[in-house]
């Protein structure tokens, strides 16, 4: 046997690490394959592996989310982003990731002040990002709602549910008519 060393220099996507070389050794029979026809088994491996589409980076992403793991997730859908900029779901999927990771701190009373608020404010960037590209796209307006609502905006919040109403999401309905919410944005 005789062990082939390939390095791979990936970016990981994460805020901490810029990139991270991955070492792979390989063990092939050098009597039955020769070293080009190694070589491209080799990419086809790992092209596949580190190579996806924007859709299977957001399909992870929304796997990921769906499991609660915010910070995979959100690493997909930075992926995403870098994979296809122009697209408005890698945005918004990141935005509505940020929003919740943010929600959960605030319910588990782990509210560090600046920290959620930074996070909130984030995601609102993302949702208006996702606006730019898609305008008819109202559950960024639903979702920059909430955060603005988050952030004590409740007026500019509220116009954002009804902007969402206005262009045919009846799903901002039930938000609009729950009694807890409607005393928030004070609704009578």
Do not use: W
Not at 54 to 66: M, N
Not at 86 to 112: C, P, T, W
């Amino acid at each position: 046997m005789i062990i082939y060393h390939y390095e791979f220099l990936i970016n990981l996507g994460l805020p901490f690490t810029n990139k991270c070389m991955v070492t792979i050794n390989i063990f092939l029979a050098e009597y039955k394959l020769n070293l080009n026809i190694k070589k491209i088994k080799i990419m086809r491996i790992f092209g596949n592996l580190f190579s996806m589409s924007f859709s299977e980076y957001i399909d992870l992403g929304i796997k990921k989310a769906l499991e609660r793991d915010y910070s995979s997730a959100f690493v997909y859908f930075e992926k995403a982003i870098n994979k296809n900029p122009a697209h408005h779901l890698g945005y918004f999927n990141r935005g509505a990731v940020i929003l919740e990771s943010a929600y959960i701190k605030i319910d588990e009373d782990i509210f560090r002040g600046f920290e959620v608020e930074d996070q909130i404010k984030e995601a609102i960037t993302d949702f208006d990002k996702t606006i730019r590209l898609n305008p008819n796209y109202t559950k960024a307006y639903i979702k920059r709602g909430f955060a603005k609502i988050m952030l004590n905006d409740t007026s500019s919040g509220k116009a954002d549910f009804e902007h969402a109403l206005s262009h045919g999401d009846s799903s901002v309905l039930s938000i609009l008519n729950d009694p807890a919410f409607r005393k928030i944005l004070n609704i009578h």
